[in-house]
T-cell receptor
């Protein structure tokens, strides 16, 4: 069975600090996909990134970067120079296999608060 | 572009009353559709998913049901609400036939059962 663990329940930082959100996953499949979603106070989940199990290249998008390491089954998310608008709950998720309609398994989320 | 709608946005219902939440997707055909519930904590619980009209898979036993009467319409229902049904209900869609399975979420319905 697949599992996603986000050990950090809450993180509080001051604006402009860098912050890393941890995600550790468990799966038996060799083909799988990892995701990060952002849930601002409005409630809607916003898709941030997808990564497949065959691509371990790190990715950078503006102030966001993702570090995928299969050796440690981790897919960590770093926000550089955090801003107040980054305050949200962030979810890591895992999808196994190649079947359309496969379920996403979500972690419990990390509440990030960025203080001015 | 694709958009997903949910209504109502908020709902307050007494225990024992019926429920109907609606979700519609625009701009795509034959999407996979999902219903999630997010309780007072932060975790998302998958309730139902559908890969086609009339095809519903249930993830957890409960007093809720789902139906897909049209290709891009997904309905969550209950005949009698329980206090424990309170929560934030999210509908999501993904591209049929894609193995990537990234899901795109609607704005959600906040349900309070009193």
């Amino acid at each position: 069975a697949q599992k996603v663990t986000q050990a950090q329940t809450e993180i509080s930082v001051v604006e402009k600090e860098d912050v890393t959100l941890d995600c550790v996953y468990e799966t038996r499949d060799t083909t799988y996909y990892l995701f990060w979603y952002k849930q601002p106070p409005s409630g809607e989940l916003v898709f941030l990134i997808r990564r497949n199990s065959f691509d371990e290249q790190n990715e950078i998008s503006g102030r966001y970067s993702w570090n995928f390491q299969k050796s440690t089954s981790s897919f960590n998310f770093t926000i550089t120079a955090s801003q107040v608008v980054d305050s949200a709950v962030y979810f890591c998720a895992l999808s196994e296999g190649e079947t359309s309609g496969s379920r996403l398994t979500f972690g419990e989320g990390t509440q990030l608060t960025v203080n001015p | 572009s694709q958009t997903i709608h949910q209504w109502p946005a908020t709902l307050v219902q007494p225990v024992g009353s019926p429920l109907s939440l609606e979700c519609t997707v625009e701009g795509t055909s034959n999407p996979n559709l999902y219903w999630y519930r997010q309780a007072a904590g932060r975790g998302l619980q998958l309730l139902f998913y559908s890969v086609g009209i009339g095809q519903i898979s249930s993830e957890v036993p409960q007093n809720l049901s789902a139906s897909r009467p049209q290709d891009r319409q997904f309905i969550l229902s209950s005949k009698k609400l329980l206090l424990s049904d309170s929560g934030f209900y999210l509908c999501a869609w993904s591209v049929w036939g894609s193995s990537y399975n990234e899901q795109f979420f609607g704005p959600g319905t906040r349900l309070t059962v009193l």
